[in-house]
T-cell receptor
Framework: GDSVTQMEGPVTLSEEAFLTINCTYT??????LFWYVQYPGEGLQLLLK?????DKGSNKGFEATYRKETTSFHLEKGSVQVSDSAVYFCALSDLQNFGNEKLTFGTGTRLTIIP | DTEVTQTPKHLVMGMTNKKSLKCEQH?????MYWYKQKAKKPPELMFV???????INESVPSRFSPECPNSSLLNLHLHALQPEDSALYLC?????????????FGDGTRLSIL
């Protein structure tokens, strides 16, 4: 079955540091890939997505590239801010589940940015 | 501000109570979802509705009863819950028949069972 393996946290960085959160996946079909972010006390927000190989999703300075050859979708940001502190979830939606939008989530990575 | 609205934000109930969680969206999405999220864990899918019909039930105990009265509303009826059911309950919606469309989440209802 489908699975997502995500970098274990927690991750603590200083403000303006470079961020990478690793995500690899296993899927039987043609997955779309997503990064969601969850701020304290809130639900999940879509951060970015990519729907096919070599697509790059980007939003709010975050980027991730869909790499089919390495089955990866690593999240990066060049200069993090305190406001980026949150839990980040990598997820996939397999097109084989056409019509049923079942998301498979990674375990989540808690990120803390210190001033 | 999220486009999926959940009420109430917090709920405390005893094990013999009956209560309902409500979810509303006005994005024209025809797929709606209930998730359960325990602390420091990813969301776990409970139910999926597609065009107001239940399409996925992830072997959820019958003390949780979903209802989709129309394309904008989703309810989760609760009865005789157990302490281990305490969690954040998230509602989400998405377009149907497009595997590349993201789900939009509400802020959740934090449920505590006494």
């Amino acid at each position: 079955g489908d699975s997502v393996t995500q970098m274990e946290g927690p991750v603590t960085l200083s403000e303006e540091a470079f961020l990478t959160i690793n995500c690899t996946y296993t899927a039987t079909g043609y997955p779309s890939l997503f990064w969601y972010v969850q701020y304290p006390g809130e639900g999940l927000q879509l951060l970015l997505k990519a729907t096919k190989a070599d697509d790059k999703g980007s939003n709010k300075g975050f980027e991730a590239t869909y790499r089919k050859e390495t089955t990866s979708f690593h999240l990066e940001k060049g200069s993090v801010q305190v406001s980026d502190s949150a839990v980040y979830f990598c997820a996939l939606s397999d097109l084989q589940n056409f019509g049923n939008e079942k998301l498979t989530f990674g375990t989540g990575t808690r990120l803390t940015i210190i001033p | 501000d999220t486009e999926v609205t959940q009420t109430p934000k917090h709920l405390v109930m005893g094990m013999t109570n009956k209560k309902s969680l409500k979810c509303e969206q006005h994005m024209g999405h025809r797929a709606m979802y209930w998730y359960k999220q325990k602390a420091k864990k990813p969301p776990e899918l409970m139910f999926v509705y597609s065009y107001e019909k239940l399409s996925i039930n992830e072997s959820v105990p019958s003390r949780f009863s979903p209802e989709c009265p129309n394309s904008s509303l989703l309810n989760l009826h609760l009865h005789a819950l157990q302490p281990e059911d305490s969690a954040l309950y998230l509602c989400a919606s998405s377009q149907v028949l497009r595997g590349n469309q993201p789900q939009h989440f509400g802020d959740g209802t934090r449920l505590s069972i006494l």
